[in-house]
């Protein structure tokens, strides 16, 4: 077998493989023995009819047509290997020239896992946060703790920041009420800034029974794009107004808390577990930073074929989070004030950091020859047998050989990452 390797792009290439005498010699002999267990010769059940018996009754073209077919199944992917070339699916094959029992020629096109060029890993120059707790951060949790014993009491009288009102609203634009802008006995805080501006404020001074109509403007970044800038009306009824009483910051509410004997307990264990999120937050963004940093750093060319793949999942996530509201994955594009084309734009970007950083992953595990033992892959497949067990479904797919491969290789690229923040540190 001799091969002639062409570069069609950084990811993508022709081979032309040419095969001598001998290589279909040997690809004959297996054709033989696959077509004489479908033939029928007296004498001979079918399926047993010895090969040196059965040439004689295949017809030539049958032979050299599966000889040929054979030829190439065994040959190309070898082939591939000899040029040192791995195939990202199997390759697409033209037949050139075939002179049965003498040679035959074709070329394989496909995309390829390309040359990937590495930048010094062990030197990517990213800084990890220092992690900091300051009192203010204690002190709005300690806030919100208090909000969860304030006390509401009903009131006749007008409302004001800090009560909580109950209202009835419909928001229109053009005189034609809006998806997303009603609803019925909703408990709003007033001065907690959750809806558009001058919502709150316009309720502030309204007492219970009252209904109003507030003139308001959207704001022009607005994330959904229909209402973005655009004017409105909502339609309010005060339905009832709550006093709101929040109780004092003291040992008491500690102690109402849990078992801490006074407020300066609480507020070390609120600081051990700021601390703790904090700590795992940084540490999921500083691996985030070593990728975009090692990805950003190093020559990865990104093979159409895996960015292709990786877009379909990315829409299909979108697709399926539409879904969910009862929207159509266009009408859930415009609300994020995006058109299909600058949505595939910005979707593609993200689809080839995705293989970029994948492929710069893996060639790291095979550099430094990270891998899992199958004792650590067979104990996390009964772990998540464990969480999905009320699943038929995703339990049946924990016993796909595919899955299981996708389970490790995940676990491989994972240590890997692990492996980029111990030597970058």
Known sequence: MKTKLKKLSDSRVELTVT?????????????????????RV???????VPTEVAK??????????????????????????ESQKQP?????????????????????????????????????????????????DVQGVLDNIAKSFAEKKAVKRAAKLTDEVIIDFVGKKDGVAFPGGSAKDFHLTLGSMSLIPGFEDGIVGHEPGDKFELKLVFPKDYGM??????????????????????????????????PFKDLAALKDDIKKNLSL???????????????????KKSKI???EILVSDNLRMIRSDVERNAASQGMSFEDYIKRANETPETWEKKAREIAEERVKASLALQTIAVEQKITVS??????????????????????????DPNVKMDIKNRMIVEKTVDYLVENNK
Do not use: H, W
Not at 19 to 28: F, P, Q, R, T
Not at 56 to 81: G, M, Q, Y
Not at 228 to 247: I, R
């Open 19 to 39: 095969l001598d005498a001998k290589d279909l010699k040997v690809a004959a002999k297996k054709a033989v023995e696959k077509l004489a267990k479908e033939i």
């Open 42 to 48: 007296e004498g001979f059940r079918k399926g047993k």
């Open 56 to 81: 004689k009754f295949i017809p030539e073209n049958d032979l050299n047509a599966e000889t040929a077919d054979i030829a190439v199944r065994t040959t190309v992917i070898p082939a591939f290997s």
């Open 88 to 136: 990202l699916v199997m390759p697409n094959v033209n037949v050139t020239k075939y002179v049965p029992g003498e040679m035959m020629e074709y070329t394989a096109t496909a995309d390829i896992i390309p040359d990937i060029k590495l930048c010094d890993y062990k030197k990517l120059g990213v800084k990890k946060e220092e992690v900091k707790i300051l009192a203010k």
């Open 225 to 258: 794009a229909d209402l973005a800038g655009a004017k409105t009306v909502f339609e309010v009824l005060l339905k009832q107004v709550n006093e709101v009483k929040t109780p004092a910051i003291d040992d008491e509410m500690a102690k109402k808390v849990g």
């Open 277 to 295: 999120q904090t700590e795992q937050r940084e540490a999921e963004k500083y691996k985030d930073a070593l990728i975009k940093a090692l990805v």
């Open 301 to 303: 060319p990104a093979p």
């Open 374 to 399: 199958d004792d650590l892959v067979a104990a996390k497949i009964a772990e998540l047998r464990d969480v999905y067990r009320k699943s038929p479904e995703a339990l049946k797919s924990l016993k």
